[in-house]
Structure formats: structure tokens, C-alpha cells
């Protein structure tokens, strides 16, 4: 156990670790960038069992229902995985795959 986690005194706290991490998926002939924020907490937070809890920067499938990819886990490794097969199982629909999108376009015109 890290002693950073004896900083806490409460766990209403919600001391967290934070551990960064980038990925590209491939989409479209182009790629997108996300970057992924783990936290570890020194305990879990209040209403849950694990300690690791991961977030995307950018939501995906935005044109039917936008969803932020997460992801929970006893393990970093668990929470990372659960957050990256939502970014993998789900198509990014914002602004960076439009751009390649409408240049296509203007291309064919």
C-alpha cells in the first residue's frame, strides 16, 4: 500500500491517484485520440466496492445516445479495460471525424 493513501482521513475525501493514459482508435481512414484518466482511490468511494475508476475525454456515438466511456474495477488494469471496450465497441461521431468527413466530400465536388 502507497502511503499516499494515509493523507486521507475521511472517505468522503475521495483522495485519488491519478494515472494517464492515450490511446488512437482507428475510425474512418483517420485516427482519434483519447486520453484516459484512472483514478485510484486510497479507499473506494461511498456506495462502491472498487477503487479504480477510469474516464475518456470525449464521449462517443453522439449522433444516437452520447455516452462517456468508463469503466470501474478492484484493478487499474480492470477499470482501463471496461473504459478502452466502450471507446472500441462504440463509433466516435464528433468534430475531429467530421472534418475528415466533409473534405472527403469537398474532394468528390
Request: proline residues 6%; neutral net charge; contains cysteine.
Amino acid at each position: 500500500m502507497g502511503d499516499w493513501k494515509f493523507a486521507q482521513r475521511d472517505a468522503c475525501e475521495e483522495l485519488a491517484l491519478l494515472h494517464s493514459y492515450s490511446m488512437k482508435k482507428r475510425q474512418n481512414g483517420s485516427d482519434v485520440s483519447f486520453v484516459i484518466t484512472v483514478k485510484e482511490f486510497a479507499a473506494p468511494p461511498p456506495g462502491q466496492y472498487a477503487r479504480f475508476f477510469a474516464q475518456a475525454d470525449k464521449f462517443v456515438n453522439q449522433k444516437t445516445a452520447p455516452l462517456l466511456p468508463t469503466g470501474w474495477g478492484n484493478s487499474l488494469l480492470d477499470a482501463l479495460c471496461a473504459c478502452v471496450k466502450m471507446i472500441r465497441d462504440f463509433p466516435y461521431e464528433g468534430p475531429e471525424n467530421q472534418g475528415v468527413e466533409n473534405s472527403a466530400r469537398q474532394s468528390d465536388g
